[in-house]
């Protein structure tokens, strides 16, 4: 499946902002949005299971971000965003359910789209 990330750009501080991925393919994808900030490891952000059901957060964004899905897209509503939110943001797919372990991982995905950047003034 290719992924395929947009909706960044320059916001405010407390602003909101939504991103979506494209899938090329409507399969049953586990997915998940990571982001990457300057000097920095790409980072977990959001995963939601194929079905929707099961969504999962890092705590550094629980209660300011929301993730759903379709069956050829995923969404990253992302509310009172902050600086240090500044990243570029990927979204990424699994056609297999990450061991627990892994589902906050890079590790836990094989699809990645391109990121699209995000930037928070304050």
């Known amino acids: ?9 320059l916001v405010q501080a407390g602003d909101s902002r939504r991103l979506s991925c494209a899938a090329s393919d409507s399969g049953s994808y586990y997915m998940a949005w990571f982001r990457q900030a300057p000097g920095k490891e790409r980072e977990f952000v959001a995963g939601i299971s194929w079905n929707g059901d099961v969504t999962y957060y890092a705590d550094s964004v629980k209660g300011r971000f929301f993730i759903s899905k379709d069956k050829n897209a995923v969404w990253l509503q992302m ?44």
């Open 1 to 9: 499946v290719q992924l395929q990330a947009s909706g960044g750009g």
């Open 79 to 122: 509310d009172v965003l902050r600086p240090e939110d500044t990243a570029v943001y990927s979204c990424a797919a699994s056609s297999s359910r990450p061991i627990l372990s892994a589902r906050q991982r890079v590790e836990g995905y094989r699809y990645w789209g391109q990121g699209t950047q995000v930037t928070v003034s304050s």
